[in-house]
């Protein structure tokens, strides 16, 4: 129920993906900052992020989350070296 999608994915491939999240035949799909770009899924519950991307990155990729009045979730891993003292 999960799949997967980057930018060397061809286009037919990543329509596929998209098809299949559409008619709900999967749950999840994680993709590239690259992939993403553009996608418009009807009642997308959640987005997490996986570190901080730039400022207007990230407002753009939450809309995605909760469009239309919805309710949605975005959620932010930022795992970052601590450094050493």
């Known amino acids: 129920m999960a799949d ?10 990543r329509e596929a993906v998209i098809k299949q999240l559409k008619q709900r035949r999967l749950r999840i799909v994680v993709a590239t900052d ?10 997308l519950s959640h987005v997490v992020n ?9 407002i753009h990729r939450i ?8 309710k949605g979730t975005s959620m932010l891993m ?3 070296k601590k450094k050493e003292s």
């Not at 997967?4 to 491939?13: E, F, P, V, Y």
């Not at 996986?50 to 990230?58: G, I, L």
């Not at 809309?63 to 919805?70: E, M």
């Open 50 to 58: 996986y570190d901080m991307p730039s400022k207007d990155a990230y």
């Open 34 to 43: 690259v992939a993403a770009r553009g996608l418009d899924i009807k009642d």
């Open 4 to 13: 997967a999608m980057n930018g060397d994915l061809k286009q037919r491939q």
């Open 63 to 70: 809309g995605r989350a909760g469009r239309a009045g919805a």
């Open 78 to 80: 930022s795992l970052t």
